[in-house]
Nanobody, 117 residues
Framework: QVQLVESGGGLVQPGGSLRLSCAAS????????MGWYRQAPGKERELVAA???????NYADFVKGRFTVSRDNAKNTVYLHMNSLQPEDTAVYYC???????????WGQGTQVTVSS
C-alpha cells in the first residue's frame, strides 16, 4: 500500500506563486517516478512535471520555465514550485507515484489551485 498526501493549494492572483507538496508513505518501491498532473473542468488530466528517483525530470510544454519540480528521497516527498501563475493554470493538481516500468500507479487526493483576480 502507498498513501500520497498533498498540500499547498489555494487561491492566488495572476502572477503569484504557490508551492505544492506531496508526501508518500507505505511500501514505496524503487525505481519510481513521482509526478504532478492537473485537470481543469471539462478537460483531460494532463502531466505537469515528473521526476524519477534517479533525478530525471520531464516538464510539460505549457510550464514554459515557470514551474520547478523537486524531490527529497529521504522524506519521500515531491514538490512543485509554481511561479507566474495565470488563470489558465486553474485546475485540481494531483500527485502520482508509479514504477518507472509501468503506467498508472498511485494517486493523491488532489489539491485545488485557483488563479483569479
Amino acid at each position: 500500500q502507498v498513501q500520497l498526501v498533498e498540500s499547498g493549494g489555494g487561491l492566488v492572483q495572476p502572477g503569484g506563486s504557490l508551492r505544492l507538496s506531496c508526501a508518500a508513505s507505505g511500501n514505496i518501491f524503487s525505481p519510481n517516478a513521482m509526478g504532478w498532473y492537473r485537470q481543469a473542468p471539462g478537460k483531460e488530466r494532463e502531466l505537469v512535471a515528473a521526476i524519477s528517483s534517479g533525478g530525471r525530470i520531464n516538464y510539460a510544454d505549457f510550464v514554459k520555465g515557470r514551474f520547478t519540480v523537486s524531490r527529497d528521497n529521504a522524506k519521500n516527498t515531491v514538490y512543485l514550485h509554481m511561479n507566474s501563475l495565470q488563470p489558465e493554470d486553474t485546475a485540481v493538481y494531483y500527485c502520482n507515484l508509479k514504477s518507472t516500468f509501468s503506467t498508472g500507479g498511485y494517486w493523491g487526493q488532489g489539491t485545488q489551485v485557483t488563479v483569479s483576480s
